[in-house]
């Protein structure tokens, strides 16, 4: 029995929690020798029946006892003194002398917690002498605990760390502790395999368990438990009870993946048949609605977010769970609906909102798109259950016409419009290539290039400059040319305007 | 024959203090009895001291001894006149006339009131006791072990509050008695026949006493050699750095750790109760009851009884012999440490180790 590998020395006993609350307080030289029986001794007479390899439990606390029980404990060749602090009633605890006696002989001082000595004998003896018994105790307890709560990471993590004396986290692969805290010096390659793994630490072993595997075999999520004995039997058992606790957790994670899709199929529904019904909704529409959380009074003002180029693939929970987090960081706390093409999202203020919210509110949404490949319009403010439905559908139509801007909004569309109108009107094309055509290929199109930038910094040289990255004069001595060349002069307001037009309708037809 | 004379009751006091095995009353308690012998001693002579041999067999010697603690008569000082009439009031109940005057327990004042008595009633003492050193109960004496009566009990205080008991379980009743008489009170028992009492009493303790205190008053001797002489031996000279007393159970008991002076780390217990009744090192019991121990205070060289030993002493422990008649087997089971409680076997004494 001592030579076996699977024996308990008095640390692994003091670790893997079969002690209770107990603590070493003297003797530790001996910590690490093995543990073949446990006897429990009211009296001296009993400390003297003891025989090499017990652990001893000393019913009495007098100092002189303790002090006599730890020699003829030694002489024995015992294991180590345990000593029961009843959880009422008077204790000494050993003093001084006492500590240092049992320091020289080397003989393990621990204490305990207990009400009834008896209880603690029981619980060390089968831990001692029946490893499995104690093991199956342990997972009836925990199965048990599970089944009575509705497994959640923080329930699960609390059933395990009580039991089992261990410290938990559920970890995602890479290495994140989503609950509980991860165990000190965890190596990061522990978490890249698909199934269990027990990894040595430099204070006690990490078991980790796959909660969830994808198709690929992916893990995503891992349970990890630390406890800081070393005893190999007991690093299984620790690992088979996580194995059920992780089983209960993958069920967590099914019906909470189950939820949340479904809640965002409903509210997908439920916005679209918002959006059907117009300026005329009816009540149970409006009862869904605030059942789902919605406000419909107030003035909204709509968002609609979509990929650009579209990629169908990224509709899911995680990615509008990411964008919803993404945004409510940034103050905007609103309604996010999930679509087939993309989100829609909206604002809801008490009273028509300023002006000024529009640029606040654009240039948010372009700090939360500014990485990925989304763009969003954004709709004018609409009151009550329909606008709703106008401002989304305009901030759809704002979304549709971003081009190399991020997040458009609706009344910047309107000049757009009109250009790209321009760019698309064959007649308008030809007369402004006609109109534009003695600056053709002249200085390599630079003087067509500089009146372009000349006229969009309403005709101010120094800007003009700044752009183009030239002096100022060489701007304005361009600028001369080009009016000689085309004949116009821009100080004529008709005539400035038909160049700036012609400029622009070029330049949108050389970009299509 | 020896005349006990004033000059002698000094030593005398520091010996039945010796005996008293840190109870029994403390040193200062047992020098005020030995003034008041003085005292008398000047009003009616000095006292006859009889020797076993001496004493007339078919005489009856009365017994006296202080019930309760001696530590309250700082507040409730005697009056001088509660032996007196105790005995007084014992023979109103019991016709047993005193011829003389023996002891009860030597250790501690007790071994000082019967002196008081005696000289106060012009009678001898002879040098037997029931003791021969001190413990805390009635029946721990060796005239209980042999059958003498304890009843009919006379107990009297200052006051002039008097009882006399004549029932058994007379230990419980005499503490009941005692703790309404105030804290302390003064008992005669039932005069012995001398004959018996000197037959299982244990006799020459007085001699013993005034051995001890000769050999321990003299200050210019090495504490070692002095406990040689007096057949025992130095356990330790530690400092005390722990104290731990609790009052459960019939007497307040307490543990004392005293670290070893001369080694590192070394360690010596000492269990009390009224006395100081084991003393274990390295949780191996070196001295145990009936064996006496005693504190002598480093410094002054006095002894320190177990109430006042507080933390931070430095202290001699000295183990001296039980008397011989205890250490017999059938009388080991009133006075060794399971009769207080321990869960300890009685240990032979040994010599100086």
């Known amino acids: 029995m001592i030579d076996d590998a699977d024996s308990l020395t008095v640390r692994d006993l003091l670790e893997i929690g079969v002690l209770g609350e107990a603590c070493l307080l003297a003797g530790e030289r001996g910590v690490d020798t ?15 029946a003891c025989s090499a390899g017990d652990l001893v439990i000393l019913t009495g606390h007098q100092p002189y006892l303790v002090e006599v029980a730890l020699r003829r404990a030694y002489s024995a060749d015992v294991r180590a003194v345990v000593l029961v602090r009843p959880t009422t009633g008077s204790y000494q605890p050993p003093s001084t002398a006492t500590v240092s006696f049992a320091n020289r002989l080397g003989v393990p001082l621990l204490q305990t917690k207990a009400d009834d000595p008896l209880l603690v004998a029981d619980s060390l003896r089968t831990a001692v002498r029946r490893p499995e018994v104690a093991a199956a105790r342990l997972l009836n307890a925990v199965t048990t605990r599970l089944g009575r709560s509705r497994p959640d990471p923080r329930s699960v993590i609390t059933i395990l760390s009580g039991e089992l004396h261990v410290t938990c986290a559920v970890m995602s692969a890479d290495g994140t502790a989503i609950e509980g805290v991860s165990p000190p010096g965890l190596p990061p390659d522990l978490l890249v395999g698909s199934v269990a793994t027990t990894v040595e630490l430099p204070e006690g072993v990490a078991v980790a368990v796959p909660v969830e595997t994808d198709r690929t075999g992916h893990v995503h999520l891992w349970l990890v438990s630390h406890t800081r004995g070393r005893n190999k039997r007991w690093a299984e058992t620790v690992q088979q009870i996580s194995q059920v606790a992780s089983w209960a957790l993958g069920n967590w994670v099914a019906a909470e993946r189950l939820e949340t899709e479904r809640r965002a199929r409903s509210r997908g529904s439920l916005l679209a048949e918002l959006l059907a019904a117009g300026d005329d909704v009816p009540p149970q529409l409006v009862q869904q609605a605030v059942l789902a959380g919605w406000r419909l009074d107030g003035w909204h003002t709509g968002v609609y977010a979509m990929p650009n180029p579209p990629s169908p693939g990224i509709f899911d929970a995680s990615h509008t769970e990411r964008l919803r987090v993404e945004l409510s960081r940034r103050g905007l706390h609103g309604q996010l609906v999930e679509g087939a093409e993309g989100w829609s999202f909206w604002l809801t203020n008490d009273a028509e909102p300023p002006q000024s919210q529009h640029r ?27 606008g709703v439905g106008r401002t989304l559908a305009e901030a759809r139509e704002a979304a549709a016409m971003t081009g190399p801007a991020k997040v ?6 309107g000049v757009r419009r009109l250009l790209s109108m321009a760019a698309e009107t064959p007649a308008l094309v030809e007369q402004a290539t006609r109109l534009l055509e003695p600056l053709a290929g002249v200085e390599d199109g630079q003087l067509l290039r500089t009146l372009a930038v000349y006229l969009d910094e309403e005709s101010v040289t120094s800007s003009a400059a700044v752009r183009l990255k030239v002096h100022r004069n060489t701007v304005a001595q361009r600028i001369n040319r080009a009016e000689q060349l085309l004949g116009v002069s821009l100080l004529n307001p008709d005539e400035r305007l038909a160049v700036h037009l012609a400029c622009r309708a070029v330049r949108a037809s050389d970009e299509t | 024959m020896h005349l006990l004379q004033p000059d002698e009751v000094d030593q005398l006091a520091l010996g039945v203090v010796m005996l008293g095995s840190g109870g029994g009353g403390g040193e200062r308690e047992t020098h005020a009895f030995a003034a008041m012998l003085r005292q008398e001693m000047r009003q009616s002579g000095p006292v006859t001291v009889l020797s076993p041999e001496e004493a007339d067999p078919d005489g009856s010697g009365a017994r006296v001894g202080l019930i309760g603690a001696p530590t309250v008569m700082i507040e409730k000082l005697p009056s001088g006149q509660e032996a007196e009439d105790a005995l007084k009031a014992l023979q109103a109940h019991d016709s047993t006339p005193a011829t003389a005057v023996i002891g009860w327990e030597v250790g501690g004042c007790n071994g000082l009131l019967p002196l008081i008595l005696a000289a106060r009633l012009g009678l001898p003492y002879v040098d037997v006791d029931g003791m021969g050193r001190a413990f805390p109960r009635i029946d721990q004496t060796t ?8 009843i009919p009990l006379a107990i009297t205080e200052p006051g002039g509050n008097r009882a006399v008991l004549d029932a058994t379980g007379i230990e419980k009743l005499a503490r009941t008695v005692m703790v309404d008489f105030g804290g302390w009170a003064m008992m005669v028992a039932k005069p012995l026949r001398l004959a018996d009492a000197l037959k299982v009493g244990i006799t020459g303790s007085l001699a013993r006493a005034l051995e001890l205190g000769e050999i321990w008053s ?28 609790e009052s459960v159970g019939e007497f307040p008991r307490g543990t004392v750790a005293l670290r070893c002076l001369d080694a590192d780390d070394a360690y010596v217990r000492l269990e009390m109760q009224g006395e100081y009744l084991v003393a274990l090192a390295d949780g191996e019991p070196l001295v145990t009851t009936p064996d006496l121990l005693c504190c002598l205070d480093a410094e002054s060289g006095k002894p320190v009884s177990t109430e006042r030993l507080a933390f931070g002493a430095v202290v001699d422990v000295v183990a001296l012999p039980s008397p011989a008649r205890w250490v017999r087997a059938e009388m080991l089971g009133r006075v060794d440490p399971r009769a207080f409680g321990y869960d300890l076997d009685y240990v032979p004494f040994r010599g100086s180790p």
Do not use: C
Request: hydrophobic share 45%.
């Open chain 1, 408 to 413: 458009v909004h609706i009344d910047e569309l």
């Open chain 2, 143 to 150: 005239y209980d072990a042999a059958g003498l009566p304890t």
């Open chain 2, 218 to 245: 003299r200050r210019t001797v090495s504490v070692d050699e002095r406990a040689k002489a007096s057949g025992g031996f130095l356990v330790a000279r530690g400092k005390v750095v722990e104290v731990w007393r």
């Open chain 1, 34 to 48: 093995e543990v073949a029986d446990v006897r429990l001794a009211a009296d001296m007479t009993a400390v003297e």
């Open chain 1, 360 to 386: 606040e509110l654009t240039a948010k949404l372009a700090q939360v798109l500014s990485s990925g490949n989304l763009v969003a319009g954004v709709g004018r403010p609409h009151p009550g259950a329909a």
